[in-house]
């Protein structure tokens, strides 16, 4: 039940913000916004303040805004017979200059966009950000091994070998194999007192397949760093756009399997497979969860962004040709692009949701897609 809630306020959070963005950079510009509503329809509760009516509705996943003069795919399906009207039209989301209505399209991702960076800015600043070091640790030592004789401890950090600094566990696996069947010195280091010691080692020739010649399992350090306040933004902005890349490259990935394969590839979560992915986030702390909103955040944006008819960016990208050719592609075409792009967007979250359903009966885990 905690992880339903959870993964409810989530989606609703994130639609929300989105909507935000529409919302906000509409009245700035002085577009009419005749309702913002809280879920989707039916309507339960509605507080009018001003021009735009403040709703809340049955189904409370995300929300929406409804701009004047924003149907009939891009034409506006207003009637000029009155007085109002006509005082009104100027006001109108069709009637607005192509840069206007470019930015309420965009503002929602944008929004999206920025809500990743301040999360991902307030991780790197306050709890830190866990971040490869260059130590070797010793995870676990293996019984009557040349390391347990030795006296080698779990957890400590392998410094040298030999005098030879190493920093991953690859140089350990190969300085080790140097000097099979001599002693060899280890430099190890306490994480916790920080002391130092020098043990002598001496690697088997000959060893178990599944041990190695020193009898250790070996782990690259995993360090908690933290960064000034006025470094978090530049990395949580350096990283957005890099995990941006990542997610494009993903989808590329995903679409070319469905159309070419048929199938659905491993690691693509709908929203059945990102509901049962949150219990996971949720199990491991507030800290896990943030990161997670950032993730679907980003992932919300750069999916909306793309020319998809139905989406932001398929409404953004017909405006782009109004601002080429110098007029306004056809209604009714529009109409029927955005028609056909909200069918195959149902096909594709039906097609996923049946892969989610078939994993979760089979007990398949999902990995999330990073």
């Known amino acids: 039940m905690v992880t339903i809630i959870v993964f409810l306020l989530i989606l609703t959070i994130l639609v929300l913000i989105h909507e935000l963005g529409h919302f906000l950079v509409a009245k700035k510009l002085g577009i009419k916004v ?31 805004v409804k701009l004047y003069g924003e149907d009939e795919a891009g034409r506006g399906s207003l009637k ?158 350096k990283e ?20 070419t394969k048929g199938q659905v590839p491993e690691g693509v979560a709908g929203p059945v497979g990102i509901a049962q992915v949150t219990g996971t986030f949720v199990q491991s702390g507030l800290n896990a969860v943030l990161a997670f909103v950032a993730l679907l955040s980003l992932n919300l944006a750069v999916l909306n962004i793309l020319p998809i008819p139905a989406l932001d960016g398929g409404r953004f990208f017909f405006i782009l040709i109004e601002l080429v050719t110098r007029r306004k592609v056809h209604p009714r075409f529009e109409a029927y692009a955005h028609a056909v792009g909200i069918a195959v967007l149902l096909a594709l979250i039906a097609l996923i949701t049946i892969h989610d359903l078939s994993r979760l009966i089979r007990g398949v885990p999902i990995i999330p897609i990073q």
């Open 34 to 64: 005749e309702e913002f509503g809280f879920g989707f329809p039916p309507r339960v509760f509605g507080i009018r303040r001003g021009e735009t009516l403040y709703s809340i509705n049955l189904l409370p996943i995300g929300g929406f």
């Open 240 to 259: 957005v756009i890099k995990n941006s890349i990542l997610i494009v490259a993903g989808l590329g990935t995903v679409l070319s399997e469905i159309f």
């Open 80 to 237: 000029t017979t009155n007085y109002k009207l006509k005082t009104d039209l100027s006001r109108a989301f069709f009637a607005r200059p192509i840069w206007q209505r470019a930015l309420v399209v965009v503002a929602g991702v944008l929004m999206n966009f920025i809500l990743a960076v301040v999360i991902i800015s307030y991780l790197y600043a306050v709890p830190g950000v866990p971040e490869v070091s260059d130590k070797v640790l010793i995870s676990n030592i293996v019984s009557g091994s040349p390391a347990e004789t030795s006296g080698l401890k779990k957890g400590e950090v392998i410094v040298s070998i030999d005098g030879k600094k190493v920093v991953n566990p690859t140089e350990v696996v190969s300085e080790t194999r140097k000097h099979l069947g001599e002693e060899v010195v280890f430099r190890l280091t306490d994480p916790k007192t920080k002391a130092t010691r020098d043990v002598v080692v001496s690697p088997r020739r000959e060893y178990p397949k599944d041990q190695g010649p020193v009898g250790i399992s070996i782990a690259q350090d995993i360090e908690v760093k933290k960064y000034p306040w006025y470094q978090a933004p530049f990395l949580g902005t």
